[in-house]
């Protein structure tokens, strides 16, 4: 069975109001018009007619109806939540995407925010991945997306998040307390990317830049905080690791 908020609660109110409503004024007719005592001498007096079948089967068919409803509708919830799993994965890495890390940012500074337990957020970026496009084409540039991707999930622990989130982007969210030192934990994840990829002559490398969340920070805060410094690294040096740790370190 789907998830009650699968359910458009509203709707099912609205729909049983409406029902009880029809169903009471029946029960009134019934009662006062004694429909089943006239159905019952009509169907006497009309033999012909068979009515002492047809309307049993008239109760049995709406029954059917109702459990064939029923069916369809669990269907339709089961493929709401199907669709709204698929909604929240990267098709080409099997990584949770952007729009599930957007969703996910927001607990966790929600939980930052009420427990105090700082968190880390990595933003890594292979360098002149365009190249390897360009020199092994796009179906290979896809496979490394996926190796990088499987790379950087060896490395993750339970309790952190991995995204994919944008082109050859990725994000881990990991809690402050779950790393060493956030800089150790910067570089063994570049040093599992700076490597040969895939048994190939093909090598990478990848930048990071890494942003401590500090009170009072909402998602964006923190998202535009390790954005600019990513920005920054990239600008001036490639496979560099940079961070605001020595600003969120104090302000804690
Ligand atoms: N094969 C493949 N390529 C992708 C995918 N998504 C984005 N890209 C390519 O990834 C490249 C990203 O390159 P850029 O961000 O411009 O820069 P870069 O070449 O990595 O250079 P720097 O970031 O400056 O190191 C673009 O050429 C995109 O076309 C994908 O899913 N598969």
Redesign the pocket.
């Given at each position: 069975m789907p998830h009650k908020k699968y359910i458009h609660q509203p709707t099912v109110i609205n729909d049983l109001a409406i029902l009880i409503g029809v169903n009471l004024i029946f029960l009134i007719m019934f009662i006062q018009f004694d429909i089943l005592e006239w159905a019952y001498h009509f169907s006497r007096q009309h033999e012909g007619l068979e009515l002492d079948e047809w309307i049993p089967l008239g109760l049995t068919v709406a029954l059917s109806l109702l459990v064939f409803s029923y069916r369809r509708i669990k269907e339709l919830g089961e493929m709401a939540q199907k669709l709204e799993q698929m909604s929240l994965l990267d098709l080409?890495s099997g990584l949770a995407n952007r729009r599930a890390g957007q969703i996910s940012l927001l607990s966790w500074c929600e939980r930052a925010e009420q427990s105090q337990q700082a968190f880390i957020v990595y933003q890594i970026?292979?360098?002149?991945?365009?190249?390897?496009?360009e020199l092994y084409g796009?179906?290979?540039?896809?496979e490394?997306?996926k190796n990088v991707g499987q790379r950087l999930k060896a490395k993750v622990p339970a309790a952190a998040q991995l995204f994919r989130w944008l082109?050859?982007?990725f994000i881990i969210v990991i809690p402050l307390n779950e790393v060493d030192t956030p800089n150790n934990f910067a570089y063994k994840i570049q040093q599992s990317i700076n490597n040969k990829v895939m048994q190939s002559t093909l090598s990478l490398s990848c930048?990071i830049a890494y942003a401590v969340w500090q009170k009072g920070q909402t998602a964006n805060d923190i998202l535009y905080e390790v954005e600019d410094a990513l920005m920054d690294i990239?600008h001036r040096n490639?496979q560099r690791v940079k961070s605001n740790l020595k600003d969120a370190l104090t302000a804690l």
């Open positions: 080409l970026n292979i360098d002149k991945f365009s190249k390897v496009n796009q179906l290979i540039g896809d490394v997306i082109d050859d982007n930048s990239k490639k």
